[in-house]
């Protein structure tokens, strides 16, 4: 039988944030800028929680401790927590604040799935210093919903057999693939558990959401097909950030749709990657946005190249006479940049990659704000910076 466990940071950015400052543990402590991107235990006991703006989090939570966090920092406490996993698991698929890892026939040697869990509960805990969640089950589906069931700070076995006693009494849109939407069309069928969901048979599902339907019924009986594989690369990598102030500045918005591009580029040649799709969103001061996307004529990683397809998607998607308030560049369809053919490279694609390594290892030595290129210079003096580059008001991170 197959054993998958589902490991999940409890109040991650928060909790590293207690850990680091202990005046802040057993205070309501919040880490966002514009809205909550994690908070503590003691601040959602307020009815606090990730995505809600800060205004009103302060409404219902005066005395919170707000924080605009640092990604930099989380992530390496995600790689310290991912190094451990990785004793316990033949491969394991990696997220910033959670992990699945297989663990199949390798929990005899502890003891059973929850001994094994528990062990690698207290392993985190006195190594790094972090709270987490553990959920063990046959699949990866069942392993997220127990370790959902184990917060905070719990471990939870699905034992073979028991999926069913398991998912029945939980209410219906905690099943993977039931959004706001889908919920709200089966409660109207007075379908509010999953047991409930059960009862209609595949053709009902299909006539109800289409292809979805098989899915909704396949995962209301425990079923998940889905395969825990250690990740060669991501789907996809992202920089984006929220303004400090809305802008109308075109030059500004470009220097800054650079450095994201740059800095998504950067991320790119690190993992030997090359992009082949460019995604570019936005939105406005009022909350609207849109994104588009498109196909790149050859996959790369050089950021001159990304700029270009992403400033015409900019000037594609900006049509509002309104402030911006958030840009975000997306790469995606990567290749291996060993792929990449060299024996027809022209001269100036030969140049850039030259360029791109020599200020990668200027970069790795002196960090990354020792280089200003491209349209971002526009922004020096605008934007405070340290080592690692500008400092953003909401962190770029890699999805």
Not at 59 to 74: F, I, K, N
Request: charged content about 20%; glycine content about 8%.
């Amino acid at each position: 039988m197959s054993l998958i466990f589902h490991i999940d940071v409890d109040a991650f950015f928060a909790s590293v944030e207690q850990l680091l400052t202990p005046p802040l543990r057993g205070r309501a402590v919040i880490v966002g800028s514009g809205c909550i991107a994690s908070c503590s235990y003691e601040a959602r006991r307020f009815g606090l929680h990730a995505g809600m703006s800060l205004r009103r989090a302060i409404e219902l939570c005066a005395d919170a401790v707000v924080l605009p966090g640092s990604y930099q920092t989380y992530r390496c406490f995600a790689e310290h927590i991912w190094e451990i996993c990785s004793n316990y698991a033949c491969s394991l698929q990696t997220l910033l604040d959670e992990a699945y890892g297989d663990a199949t026939g390798l929990a005899d040697r502890y003891g059973g799935p929850v001994a094994m869990g528990r062990q690698l509960q207290e392993r985190v805990d006195r190594e790094v210093g972090l709270p987490v969640s553990i959920g063990l089950a046959g699949n990866a589906m069942l392993a997220k919903l127990a370790s959902h069931a184990a917060k905070p700070h719990g471990v939870v076995w699905i034992p073979p057999g028991r999926e069913s006693d398991f998912l029945d009494p939980l209410p219906v849109n905690r099943l993977p693939g039931v959004g706001p939407k889908t919920a709200a069309r089966l409660a109207d069928a007075n379908i509010r558990t999953i047991a409930d969901l059960r009862r209609l048979d595949r053709q009902v599902l299909r006539c109800m959401f289409a292809r979805r339907g098989d899915l909704l019924y396949d995962r209301s009986r425990g079923l998940d097909r889905s395969e825990i594989r250690s990740q060669t690369f991501p789907k996809s990598i992202s920089r984006e950030t929220t303004f400090h102030q809305p802008q109308c500045d075109i030059r500004w918005i470009r220097g800054m749709l650079f450095y994201l591009a740059e800095r998504a580029a950067v991320a790119a040649r690190a993992a030997g990657l090359l992009a082949g799709c460019v995604e570019m969103s936005i939105r406005y001061v009022d909350f609207k946005g849109s994104a588009a996307s498109r196909t790149l004529p050859a996959p790369t990683n050089c950021p001159w190249r990304i700029f270009d397809l992403a400033g015409e998607l900019l000037a594609s998607l900006h049509r509002r006479r309104t402030a911006l308030r958030h840009i975000g560049v997306t790469l995606s369809k990567f290749s291996p940049s060993a792929s990449e053919a060299r024996l027809f490279d022209t001269p100036a694609g030969a140049k850039l990659r030259s360029l791109n390594a020599t200020l990668d290892a200027i970069r790795n030595r002196y960090g990354h704000a020792s280089i200003v290129a491209g349209e971002s210079i526009s922004l020096l003096g605008r934007l405070k910076q340290n080592d690692y580059g500008f400092v953003l008001r909401t962190p770029s991170l890699t999805k």
